[in-house]
């Protein structure tokens, strides 16, 4: 974006009808502190122009019907922000045909009769580059529009790229219970596979939600210790459908000692996820991907390579750029909007690390090199942390809450899970169905969706509120809105918590 007019772009291009009046001018214009820059010919005033004025200033006995074509053409080749300003000094007496010609073919023109005072010209230019610098702020301006656009574009495609390597798991898990209605004991592993893949999706949306933040590069980190064994095994978790799918043999070398990192678990296994997914698509079927790590003096080394479409010489520093992919493996990548490698290098230098690429050239694989600083202190994490225990949840709430969305699906599922924690639960699906369900029966916890039709979440803790009982009721919005004027709105409609969509049950439990 440019941060204002250059030198070149506040030219004076001057187009004399003599030599001596070119001298003139410029002299003139110099003394004004302008810079002027004097053109034998037309064709030449069209190259200077090309390469940045502020304005132009002819004599009427240059402008022949030739030359104004070629004036003409130069300044239609403009961007269209620019309407560049023309001063015509005219001839004394009557009016002219070619400076009539000029202001019918040329917007933006201004004539000053000959013969003229010094001040009336430099006023007239002064003016002239007036007007341009404000067209050099509406070049900025759109440059800015036109970043702003590209970096909402980049979220959203980071938005859905991101998303789809969580779902490729729970998909595969659902339709496995499905198929094979397992045993409870059976169904106990996939049930915690659902539930880290879900948790993963909560937070990515979390930071995705905030697009500022997100385009800032202002990414923040959860950091503790983190086992890096734990964290790759979390990756090719991910990564396994595109991997399967493809018939990819994946071998795995992890140190035996633990490599623990100081670093977010969550954004770790997206690095290794996306070279890993990067791997499977740019390899041919029936290929091999391998991961080492290991620790190399006081850092973490790991390395994922595979035998696939490999990476020339110039693309070995590129290919981390936005949107950059392989030449001629658009059909491999499966049309993958080139962003993956971006994010990996902004999180692992987030984390104090390097990320590197390596291939002995087309068609002959390629390494990709991750190092992570070793935590000073060496502790490994306690465990991951995970949603559901092995015996489920206990029925612990005794008491009827009132769940009420608009999203018939989200309600009956979060109704029937409190159910099996021990509550009583009524359903509604509006806000005029609530305040019925509520008159006929005392309610002691309400969980409401806020973006309703009709009645909103907001109303409804109101007149909630406003009841004879309402005041000894528990209140929480549940919303997929987060931002701080969202929050504010609901505190002042009489909510005692604030909870995102999906539950988070622990969170939920804790403050009941």
């Known amino acids: 974006m440019s941060a204002g007019p250059s030198e070149l772009e506040q030219r004076i291009l001057l187009r004399s009808a003599t030599s001596r009046d070119a001298t003139v001018a410029a002299a003139v214009?110099?003394?004004?502190?302008?810079?002027?820059?004097?053109?034998?010919?037309?064709?030449a005033l069209a190259r200077e122009l090309g390469r940045g004025a502020g304005a132009i200033l002819l004599a009427e006995e240059v402008m022949d019907r030739a030359s104004m074509a070629e004036l003409a053409g130069a300044l239609a080749a403009q961007e269209p922000w620019s309407d560049m300003p023309v001063i015509v000094l005219a001839r004394q007496g009557a009016d002219s045909r070619a400076v009539a010609t000029a202001m019918d073919e040329v917007a933006n023109v201004t004539v000053i009769e000959r013969p003229m005072r010094v001040a009336a010209l430099v006023s007239?230019?002064?003016?002239?580059?007036?007007?341009?610098?404000?067209?050099?702020?509406?070049?900025?301006?759109?440059?800015?529009?036109?970043?702003?656009?590209?970096?909402?574009?980049?979220?959203?495609?980071?938005?859905?790229?991101?998303?789809?390597n969580p779902l490729a798991p729970l998909s595969t898990a659902l339709s496995l219970l499905a198929r094979k209605q397992p045993v409870p004991e059976e169904a106990v592993k996939y049930y915690e596979l659902m539930s880290r893949q879900v948790e993963h999706m909560v937070r990515l949306v979390n930071d995705l939600m905030e697009v500022s933040r997100i385009t800032r590069g202002k990414i923040e980190l959860h950091l503790a210790p983190v086992r890096l064994d734990a964290v790759i095994d979390d990756a090719i978790e991910l990564s396994r459908p595109a991997m399967e799918r493809a018939g990819h043999a994946l071998e795995l070398e992890v140190s035996g000692e633990p490599l623990v990192v100081r670093g977010d678990a969550v954004r770790l296994t997206q690095v290794f996820s996306n070279l890993l997914n990067n791997a499977a698509k740019y390899t041919p079927a029936g290929g091999r991907v391998k991961v080492v790590a290991q620790q190399q003096q006081r850092q973490a080394v790991v390395e994922v390579s595979d035998t696939g479409a490999g990476l020339a010489p110039g693309m070995l520093k590129s290919i981390f750029d936005m949107f950059v992919q392989v030449s001629g493996t658009a059909k491999e990548a499966q049309g993958g909007l080139g962003i993956g490698l971006t994010l990996v290098r902004s999180l692992v230098e987030l984390h104090g690390g390097t990320v590197e690429a390596a291939s002995e050239g087309m068609g002959r694989g390629a390494t990709f090199t991750v190092r992570l600083p070793l935590s000073r202190n060496g502790a490994?994490?306690?465990?991951?942390?995970?949603?559901?225990?092995?015996?489920?949840?206990?029925?612990?709430?005794?008491?009827?809450?009132?769940?009420?969305?608009?999203?018939?699906?989200?309600?009956?599922?979060?109704?029937?899970?409190?159910?099996?924690?021990?509550?009583?639960v009524l359903v509604a699906y509006g806000g005029e169905e609530a305040l019925r369900l509520a008159s006929a029966q005392r309610v002691e916890i309400a969980v409401l969706d806020i973006g309703m039709p009709g009645m909103d979440g907001c109303e409804l803790a109101r007149r909630l509120r406003a009841r004879r009982d309402g005041a000894a009721m528990?209140?929480?919005?549940?919303?997929?809105?987060?931002?701080?004027?969202?929050?504010?709105?609901?505190?002042?409609?009489?909510?005692?918590?604030?909870?995102?969509?999906?539950?988070?049950?622990?969170?939920?439990?804790?403050?009941?």
Not at 32 to 43: E, G, L, N
Not at 157 to 163: G, N, P, W
Not at 403 to 424: H, P, Q, Y
């Open 124 to 164: 007239a230019v002064r003016t002239a580059l007036r007007a341009r610098r404000r067209q050099y702020e509406m070049r900025t301006l759109l440059a800015g529009l036109r970043d702003a656009d590209q970096r909402k574009t980049e979220f959203l495609a980071t938005l859905a790229h991101e998303l789809r």
């Open 29 to 43: 214009l110099e003394r004004a502190q302008f810079v002027a820059c004097t053109c034998v010919d037309m064709a």
């Open 474 to 512: 528990k209140l929480f919005a549940l919303t997929g809105w987060g931002q701080q004027g969202y929050r504010e709105r609901i505190a002042a409609a009489g909510f005692d918590h604030h909870l995102l969509k999906p539950l988070n049950l622990a969170e939920f439990m804790g403050l009941l």
């Open 380 to 424: 490994a994490p306690a465990g991951p942390r995970r949603a559901l225990s092995q015996d489920g949840w206990a029925p612990v709430i005794e008491a009827t809450v009132l769940v009420v969305d608009d999203n018939r699906d989200a309600a009956d599922s979060l109704a029937e899970l409190l159910r099996t924690m021990g509550a009583t």
